[in-house]
T-cell receptor, first 114, second 108 residues
């Protein structure tokens, strides 16, 4: 099992540019989570999907952030336009009821917006 | 292959017991090890360990890192029902390697 796959691993971009982060959950998992980690706030849940449907997006900071899950094996988190305060590590994680909702985290995408 | 393994997978104890959670890692160019407590939404940061042999404490929780034997432990003394959660550890270098967590249940 490859685990949760995220790409890119690192992204450096200029303020105002669009950034797209990608995630492939573990095959068979039906819940997918996007988190953001910063020094100031620690880990924050941005949004989570269940069976490809967004269930709770109350953690999405503002309209510049959007997330999609077009199918069970792929999700994107888009920031447009990006700002320096978006610099953080973004994690994707997945789980399934049969794993007791144990959450499996991806390696993260380190985003730097200059 | 870089990996992090946590044990035990799950644990059920009575209030007042002391528990020790284990996290072993094999990560090249290791930088630090982090412990999180996950209850509902996002995991809560507990400790970051970078130096071997130096214990970090926060109330009833403490943790230590052994960079020679490549493991860390998280101790919780006088457990309370509020300690029930999944405890995650993650080893970092340029990216994070998470373990699958230890599910702790504290029974009154």
């Amino acid at each position: 099992d490859a685990g949760v796959i995220q790409s890119p691993r690192h992204e450096v971009t200029e303020m105002g540019q669009e950034v797209t982060l990608r995630c492939k959950p573990i095959s068979g998992h039906n819940s997918l989570f996007w988190y953001r980690q910063t020094m100031m706030r620690g880990l924050e849940l941005l949004i989570y999907f269940n069976n490809n449907v967004p269930i709770d997006d109350s953690g999405m900071p503002e309209d510049r952030f959007s997330a999609k899950m077009p199918n069970a094996s792929f999700s994107t988190l888009k920031i447009q336009p990006s700002e320096p305060r978006d610099s953080a590590v973004y994690f994707c994680a997945s789980s399934h009821a049969r794993t007791g909702q144990r959450t499996y985290f991806g390696p993260g995408t380190r985003l730097t917006v200059t | 292959e870089d990996k992090v393994v946590q044990s035990p997978l799950s644990l059920v104890v009575h209030e007042g017991d002391t528990v020790t959670l284990n996290c072993s890692y094999e990560v090249t160019n290791f930088r630090s090890l982090l412990w999180y407590k996950q209850e509902k939404k996002a995991p809560t940061f507990l400790f970051m360990l970078t130096s071997s042999g130096i214990e970090k404490k926060s109330g009833r929780l403490s943790s230590i890192l052994d960079k020679k034997e490549l493991f860390s432990i998280l101790n919780i003394t006088a457990t309370q029902t509020g300690d029930s959660a999944v405890y995650l550890c993650a080893a970092t270098r340029n990216q994070f390697y998470f373990g699958t967590g230890t599910s702790l249940t504290v029974i009154p």
